[in-house]
């Protein structure tokens, strides 16, 4: 059974850093990985994914947010730093496998305070 297990969601004061964390588990053929975020009364929005040799982000966190990998261990990491109020969000881990499509993680809060 596919699992993404995601950790290092939290409180923390504006100007703050988080790194976030997902390993994907019994996931074979990954293509890319990635992070969403969806605030309430908000659509959910692509905040930064990895492929192979490219990095994608949403414009509001260039510069302030760098996504790498760990394929050996098939984990996705998101560094978030200079966090802004704005930025307060259930966070998605997103994994696209080649053949069987996309698969979420459960999601995890990150709240930025003022």
């Known amino acids: 059974q596919v699992q993404l297990e995601e950790s290092g969601g939290g409180l923390v004061q504006s100007g703050g850093s988080l790194r976030l964390s997902c390993a994907a588990r019994?996931?074979?053929?990954?293509?890319?990985m990635g992070w969403y975020r969806q605030a309430p009364g908000k659509q959910r929005e692509l905040v930064a994914r990895?492929?192979?040799?490219?990095?994608d982000y949403l414009d509001s966190v260039k510069g302030r947010f760098t996504i790498s990998r760990d394929n050996a261990k098939n984990t996705v990491f998101l560094q978030m730093n200079s966090l802004k109020p704005e930025d307060t969000a259930v966070y998605y881990c997103?994994?696209?496998?080649?053949?069987?499509?996309?698969?979420w993680g459960q999601g995890t809060q990150v709240t930025v305070s003022s």
């Open positions: 997103n994994v696209r496998d080649v053949w069987m499509g996309a698969y």
């Open positions: 019994r996931i074979r053929n990954i293509n890319t």
């Open positions: 990895i492929g192979s040799s490219s990095t």
